[in-house]
């Protein structure tokens, strides 16, 4: 029996779908996750690009746009367990370059920017209570990286029971085989697995026209 | 350049090591996870015979020791998104067979068990205010399945600063495959990988002798 | 100056309003809450009584209904600071009688029992998640006691960004000056106060009839 | 019978003492709340000088010490249900003087600053992991408002299971009523009342003298 038989058997890999009130997460794509120097390489440098145009319709469509970006304090005092496993880390702070979202997705006024320190962009951050604000009900999600932060995003968002969504062309990690083995996990248990594409089309199947800032 | 060479370069795959007290994590070792018919297979069984040794030794240490159990409401109210990924999942009730820790590793009076509805043995639950009020600064993490509940248990087991150890031999999935690619993510990022053996060996070394319940 | 001069003067004590979809939150009326010589006395029993209208139209217009319980370990592995403070709560287990909800307001299937052992009714529980699943933006809270778990839960309800509501003839305390005390806090900084005769006017008007289980 | 007679007869009010590694938090003491025309007034400025003395005494000691601070983002983003209900909240964003910590009390390197949006200090934060990494089990409450911000972070403290403890003479409100109403419910409940001079005594028997940074 395969894998994925073994996961079909027990009843895993449904669609959980997408709601009425769905909202966009960019997870860390800031300088030094596009930079293979740094934390980057692999697909990431794609799934940046392939996000720019998910992002254009999720703000013609008025949807609420959380992005998260790691940063520490510059004296180091909030170093701990993550910083062990990976003492680089600590490069991103407040000003540094490495911790700015990247130009080309560049946050505008009233998009929710997410300091984090920890993997998941709900850890230890008032994402979820910014998601209740607005209403949402699904979480349409792109970023880096597929075997980290994204993994970690996407359990917590599911886990608050938001409809969860990873849009396979806008995830991105320095090592492909990772990259896939998250995507596995994530669509037999967590999340669907959708193009941005797909996803757009979705929407404007879904999000009532009123909502919509204008015509596309 | 390999896949693990890649994150050598960046800094990633260091240890966060055994801290001074420690805890014993046994997540989801219930009977629907040992039996390959409901949700367990691959090399489940094997990790929860290699618990039981693991857990006489953490008894005769007196560290503290917490179990979960994946618990839904009988009337099926606290259903949701994981749910409709695994619809199955909502056949572990109270008092339904498959919801049981199996009689091997059946807890003791004092242990603390956590139940619980979504993958993270933290989420939802009071297991991170039963380890402060133990004092505990490290998790010895065994349990099911490697890519589901382990893997985002010790996500968040790091997330909150405690030092976290996967003992290898005493985690098992239903598939091999995700089996190893989780243990690679977790080692990279957040948790050192050792087995039983290396564990009650530091164990014996670190934890004062005073706390011991008796001798070996 | 008085008080409540020195609030409006800097600006608290707006009104949050209520939005689209409410939820009823019936926190720790429980046989021990209800009984004087356990945790009770003051008002609580008449607002146990005044809950009962409010519960009969909430499960009319079919709004989502969650109940608290206090549950502790039978074998007092979870006693904490909180059962230091207060060494009695420990008797609330799983099986009493102290820790029923009282039968005036049994709860129906369908509806979310949360167990607990914090005063908030959203620490260390799921309800957040559960308030999401349903769409929730409006948490209408009831229960005792106004000082403890009502007050504590009333914080985070509002930390999360739902517009929180507390039914001031349906909340209760075993003494009236820290009842009078919380409802004063509450007022200026997270809720509104509304009698719940005011907030069934509101939700006749606000809840979509075809939401409605049938005529009132 | 008197409320303390109630509280007394029904199990309240006990002590829940210092541990062995206690942290110090002083929450909100900026610029904006020591200013009676912002968010200040009452006795918070007398708060202020009263926790120079402990904090000066926590340093020389080694303690673990954590600070707060209110801040909002520039573009109103992240306002909500609290901004709601005080809108004036929204003035404290990153550089803003009202949001800076008072000139007295300036942070040092290797201090934690806590950003936060809402009551509590925990709430959407990562102070339990900082406490988990400094191996803190007390936490020393200081700051303002009493039946404000300190009433919230000593609820989420007490639950997070570390002991807590109110220095009477280190928390401040705008008005007096709530402020002692507030410390009447959390000597009942959730903490120790104690004034910083008897703190301080036990801290030098308690605290091992290895960990004290040199004489006093």
């Known amino acids: 029996m395969s894998e994925l038989e073994i996961y079909q058997k027990q009843g895993f890999g449904n669609s959980s779908g997408i709601g009425q009130r769905p909202a966009l997460l960019i997870i860390d794509f800031v300088n030094g996750f596009a930079n293979p120097e740094q934390f980057g390489g692999g697909n990431i440098q794609e799934a940046i690009e ?19 970006r790691v940063v520490y304090a510059d004296d180091g005092s909030d170093a701990g367990v993550f910083t062990l496993k990976a003492p680089s880390l ?39 209570a910014w998601f209740v604000s607005k ?4 979480v349409l999600v792109t970023g880096c990286t597929t075997s980290g932060c994204v993994r970690a995003s996407v359990i917590d968002s599911m886990s608050y029971n938001f409809r969860t969504v990873v849009a ?22 967590y999340a669907d697995l959708m193009t941005s594409s797909e996803i757009i089309a979705v929407l404007y199947e879904r999000v009532p026209t009123e909502t919509a800032a204008g015509p596309r």
Chains 1, 2, 3, 4 share one sequence.
């Open 50 to 68: 392939n996000t720019q145009g998910l992002l254009a319709e999720a703000r013609a469509l008025g949807l609420p746009i959380a992005f998260t």
């Open 90 to 128: 600590t490069q991103l702070t407040e000003n540094s370059f490495g911790s700015q979202i990247v130009e080309q997705l560049k946050p505008q006024d009233g998009e929710y920017i997410v300091r984090k320190t920890q993997p998941s962009a709900f850890f230890g951050t008032n994402l979820t």
């Open 135 to 138: 209403g949402v009900d699904t």
């Open 168 to 189: 396979t062309d806008c995830v991105g990690d320095r090592a492909l085989g990772p990259h896939e083995a998250n995507l596995f996990d994530m669509e037999q248990k």
